[in-house]
């Protein structure tokens, strides 16, 4: 099998006995970019030169006798919101087009001590806010199962990266579904940790008590392996939870006999497409013939949760992206007499039509007779909703539902926004509570992958990786390669 | 319609935005869209519910006063779209 197929443990495995060097994995993956990039789009910025200088220094190691950490020499795709000194970082926004970090984020900082390999930075809707990656100033990526549909987003770039062999592990960020929803329209493995489990220090903030760094890969394996690195308490962020972070490979068992699985009705009700329902009946008959207890539970507020995130997500991007103002950074209109008309410019210029859309919504939201009425009202909507999930957790371990109601859609911009949004009711809700959330590849509808969440208790990863393991080395659904069809 | 258009320049005004007047009948529209949608949160009795801002058992994150290398004058300027003298460059801002 070529190189850029494989899963980063294998290719881990094959580190270690000298079958192959990072070099020739380097180029293999480098190699498929070239051929394949051109219809993907995955990435904003390709660095194959760098790439191959660290494969180099890796291979050097390993022929000096030292042993390899599990990722050290193995290329992956970052988000372009997470910073990494020496590449850009645009967050797919013209505001950012030229923008170069001056430190790493501190998943970087800690990859870069196993020696991996960073080949790129992958495209995601503009700051992160959409769930198709069609707003990527230099986009839209494209789906590698059909490249006339959407890779999902916002971390479409890493999804589609993944699905088209464009990289063998990356990392997405995760806000209302980020992670977990282009992983299931790209037959990824896709999974947002717990808010707090991993610092978000250097990703550029969208809603920071919402936003996530996690990992899409090509199996569950992958996922545990990415997350063991990036997890853990960090000084610069004071949100990351000082909690000893266990070894989440050893949660790998295929075992879920006796386990709770609980199966939130809400998320099954209408909207759901017929064919992704027939998909996650099959997966719970799976799990129960493989010895899972199935209990059905309610999470009454969750016709909420949608609109409840569009209040509490702009109003705290229209604080964090109060930054970009053509200062200290990112793109100035130069014409400008003045500094506040300076200011204006810049914003307007810099900004697409979705950021401006959310940043005027939460400026709206917080305004004086306002706040009341939306702002707090959402919050205190949180609270129900956190209060839904603690009460399902008194009937099961964790939960299954949809990651998305739908498969992934046609590219073409005519879907209705209001519509979109609404598409993110399965994931949505796990922002607001804060919990870990993975979605795995369950099947297909008409040829097109279809994932499964599962929903842990908060700081429960293993719980869900375990359930996750089990289920995918029962099937090959992850095994299939996506056909860079259509178009 | 809970904003007008008038309503939506003022909004704009507020976050140092300008919306093209061409736009501004369908950036209405669309932002109206939303906060209709919103009134379904009035079906819900929040009275005396705890509101969640974070989701964290924490608070006053602290740690020791102690002082750390900070960022260059340097690499602090490295991104300024216009620099001068060691700081960054913006238009006049008092007229």
């Known amino acids: 099998m070529e190189l850029y197929k494989c899963t980063a443990h294998e ?42 200088a660290q494969a180099a220094k890796v291979d050097k190691m390993i022929a000096d006798g030292e042993k390899p950490a599990p990722l050290a020499g193995i290329p992956g795709a970052i988000k ?4 990494i000194t020496g590449m850009r970082t645009t967050c797919s926004s013209r505001m950012l087009e030229t923008f170069n970090p001056i430190y790493d984020a501190h998943v970087i900082k800690k990859l870069r001590g196993e020696e991996t390999i960073f080949i790129g930075k992958t495209h995601l ?8 990656t069609e707003t990527s100033f230099f986009g839209p990526s494209r789906n590698p199962w059909n490249l006339d549909l959407v890779p999902g987003g916002s971390s479409g770039g890493s999804a589609a990266a993944i699905a088209a062999g464009e990289a063998i592990w990356s990392l997405g960020s995760d806000t209302g579904g980020s992670i977990r929803q282009p992983a299931s329209f790209t037959g990824c493995v896709g999974m947002k940790p717990t808010y707090g489990r991993v610092s978000r220090y250097g990703c550029v903030a969208f809603a920071s008590s919402l936003d996530q760094i996690g990992p899409i890969t090509r199996d569950v394996k992958d996922a545990a392996i990415v997350l063991n690195t990036i997890a853990g308490v960090d000084a610069n962020d004071s949100t990351s939870l000082p909690v000893e972070v266990p070894d989440f490979t050893k949660a790998l068992r295929q075992d879920v006999k006796g386990m709770k699985i609980g199966l939130p009705k809400e998320y099954y009700g209408a909207g759901l497409d017929p064919k992704v329902d027939a998909v996650l009946r099959k997966a719970v ?3 129960e013939a493989m010895g899972a207890e199935i209990v059905e539970v309610s999470l009454p507020h969750t016709e909420y949760a949608v609109i409840t995130y569009y209040i509490i997500a702009p109003a705290e991007a229209s604080a964090n992206l109060a930054r970009f103002d053509g200062v200290r950074y990112g793109y100035r209109n130069l014409k400008a007499g003045s500094a506040p008309e300076m200011m204006t410019a810049s914003r307007t210029e810099g900004f697409g039509a979705e950021v401006k859309k959310r940043i005027m919504l939460g400026t709206y939201v917080l305004s004086s007779g306002y706040y009341d009425a939306y702002y707090k009202k959402a919050m205190q909507v949180r609270t129900l909703i956190r209060r839904d999930f603690e009460e399902a957790f ?19 911009g005519k879907m209705d926004p209001l519509a979109v949004y609404l598409l993110d009711v399965c994931t949505i809700p796990v922002n607001l509570a804060g919990l870990p959330g993975i979605s795995v590849p369950a099947g297909f509808a008409d040829g097109l992958p279809v994932g499964m969440q599962l929903i842990g208790r908060h700081l429960d990863e293993e719980t869900i990786l375990r359930a996750a393991y089990t289920f995918e080395q029962a099937h090959d659904y992850h095994k299939v390669m996506a056909p860079l069809g259509g178009k | 319609m809970k904003v007008t258009t008038k309503d939506v320049e003022y909004i704009a005004q507020l976050s140092r935005l300008t919306i093209p007047e061409g736009e501004m009948e369908k950036f209405t529209e669309q932002f109206n869209q939303i906060l209709n949608y919103a009134d379904i949160l009035n079906k819900l009795d929040t009275t005396g519910i705890e509101p969640t801002a974070n989701v964290l058992p924490l608070s006053n994150v602290l740690r020791e006063d102690v002082a750390i290398e900070g960022v ?24």
């Open chain 1, 125 to 132: 809707d503009e700051f992160a806010m959409g769930a198709s």
């Open chain 1, 80 to 83: 372009d919101n997470i910073s």
């Open chain 1, 394 to 412: 008194t009937k099961c371990d964790l939960l299954l539902a949809p990651t998305s109601p739908v498969v992934a859609y046609p590219l073409d």
């Open chain 1, 285 to 287: 008959a799976d799990y």
């Open chain 1, 11 to 52: 290719l881990h495995e094959k580190l270690l006995k000298k079958e192959i060097s990072s070099v020739e994995l380097t180029n293999s993956v480098c190699e498929r970019i070239e051929a394949v990039e051109k219809d993907v789009n995955a990435y904003v910025t390709v660095e194959c030169e760098q790439a191959r």
């Open chain 2, 72 to 95: 260059s004058q340097e690499v602090a300027l490295a991104n300024a779209p216009e620099a001068f003298e060691g700081g960054f460059k913006v238009p006049r801002v008092i007229e």
